[in-house]
DNA sequence: GTCTATAACGCGATAGAC
DNA sequence: GTCTATCGCGTTATAGAC
């Protein structure tokens, strides 16, 4: 059964992976479902998530979920390590991008901090991405999750102050306007746009450069419960 | 029975409501149970919290508390706009003592910023209301929790707009720090406070000037599932 | 590598007494 | 205003076949 199957309402559609009946590597079927995870614990955060739907979004069955993983916690740390990653090689390339490829308009730090704020949006095409971030970000009192998401948000942190070169004043603002990206994401704002002169502005001054791909790639209406 | 009764672990421990054994009035309960799911929702998250543990916390039984709020859901809601009531009451006092007690030193927007940052910080005394608020944010998905979500952003954005009277990149300032503040309290970064460098420069740069005031009231190492 | 069947449990909500 | 008892469902995880 592919994704497709399910896309009607209630459930978190999940980009199509093409169901060619084969019996896939672990490896890659491992990565099938993370993919799925992202999109269902984004939507539904970490106790709202079922390993059902996970394993219907990634067109396995939820014993194999549970099998291939562990443990539903375990299926989130996994997640949750998978968008970390993600997030850190987007921002290193986008340093590396942004050294080799200097702006003689801007200052070095200048146009580096904007191609790694531009490299965060896009994250958005990893669906459920950044809510998961959040999502964990929130679990602090959690025995197992609340350690993991300190661990993974000193990564972030260690990045803006030793390989961008910030300091703690300037690190602390790139992961303000973070948790505000990933917030507005998480809220869904874009569901309003254009229907609030005020939620419209304020979603603008979030994503001032890169608004049209935002409103492109970003949903509207669908994940709901 | 008092909360007291279950402090140990596991339980989100709330301040004590002596218990007097006599019966309340509707709304002396509703206040109680409120305060009581601001903590649990906040250190569980929606779906991870149960009505039983908040009528615990609360000391009261888990049908009375269904039976008050209708369901779940409803108590979520109730949760919601209380800590966002509270919020806005407390930004509301402090840029009126801004205005009432001038700063000579700073001007007039950069001492009711000061004020107001402070005072959100401040809000860490009712517990679980900065988590059950970005928990919240994080549920822009849900049919109902969602658009409620949604118009209770909108409002602490109208504050700073309309009422602040800061521009909308000023707004996203601070809307920024907060989802930060949020988040780190979320975390629970405190309870690494000292033990990582890295770590405690972060905490340090997020909280300058309420330091003592957070780490005294931040209770660490509770609050544990 | 993947499934079906199912056990075991926790949760929200209802009924009804006091 | 508040409780006890309980129903019924949804969920994770296990057993075991193919």
Same mark, same amino acid.
């Given at each position: 059964?592919?994704?497709?199957?399910?896309? +009607?309402?209630?459930? @978190?559609?999940?980009?199509?992976?093409?169901?060619?009946?084969? =019996?896939?590597?672990?490896?890659?079927? =491992?990565? %099938?479902?993370?993919?799925?995870?992202?999109?269902?614990?984004?939507?539904?955060?970490?106790? +709202?998530?079922?390993?059902?739907? @996970?394993?219907?979004?990634?067109? @396995?069955? %939820?014993?194999?979920?549970?099998?291939? !993983?562990? $443990?539903?916690?375990?299926?989130?740390?996994?997640?949750?390590?998978?968008?970390?990653?993600?997030?850190?090689?987007?921002?290193?390339?986008?340093?590396?991008?942004?050294?080799?490829?200097?702006?003689?308009?801007? $200052?070095?730090?200048?146009?580096?901090?904007?191609?790694?704020?531009?490299? !965060?949006?896009?994250?958005?095409?990893?669906?459920?991405?950044? %809510?998961?971030?959040?999502?964990?970000?929130?679990?602090?009192?959690?025995?197992?999750?609340?350690?993991?998401?300190?661990?993974?948000?000193a990564r972030?942190w260690r990045f803006?102050r030793d390989? &961008?070169?910030?300091?703690?004043?300037?690190?602390?603002?790139?992961?303000?306007?973070?948790?505000?990206?990933?917030? &507005?994401?998480?809220?869904?704002?874009?569901?309003?746009?254009? $229907?609030?002169?005020?939620?419209?502005?304020?979603?603008?001054?979030? !994503?001032?450069?890169?608004?049209?791909?935002?409103?492109? @790639?970003?949903?509207?209406?669908?994940?709901?419960?």
């Open positions: 059964m592919t994704s497709a199957a399910l896309g +009607g309402d209630g459930a @978190v559609a999940v980009d199509e992976t093409p169901d060619t009946g084969r =019996r896939l590597s672990s490896d890659e079927r =491992r990565r %099938q479902i993370l993919q799925a995870a992202l999109a269902v614990f984004g939507a539904r955060g970490y106790e +709202g998530a079922t390993t059902d739907e @996970v394993a219907r979004a990634a067109g @396995v069955s %939820q014993p194999y979920v549970v099998r291939l !993983f562990g $443990s539903k916690e375990n299926l989130f740390l996994a997640a949750l390590d998978d968008a970390l990653t993600r997030t850190l090689t987007a921002f290193r390339a986008a340093l590396a991008a942004a050294a080799a490829d200097p702006d003689p308009e801007l $200052s070095e730090a200048k146009a580096a901090g904007k191609r790694i704020g531009q490299a !965060f949006v896009d994250l958005i095409e990893v669906r459920g991405l950044h %809510q998961t971030l959040a999502h964990g970000y929130l679990l602090g009192s959690h025995p197992v999750i609340g350690p993991a998401s300190r661990r993974g948000f972030v803006f390989e &961008m070169g910030l300091d703690a004043d300037g690190a602390r603002m790139f992961m303000a306007e973070g948790m505000l990206i990933s917030t &507005m994401i998480g809220l869904r704002i874009v569901d309003d746009y254009g $229907s609030d002169p005020q939620i419209t502005e304020l979603f603008r001054s979030c !994503f001032p450069t890169e608004l049209p791909h935002v409103l492109d @790639v970003l949903p509207r209406g669908t994940d709901r419960w």
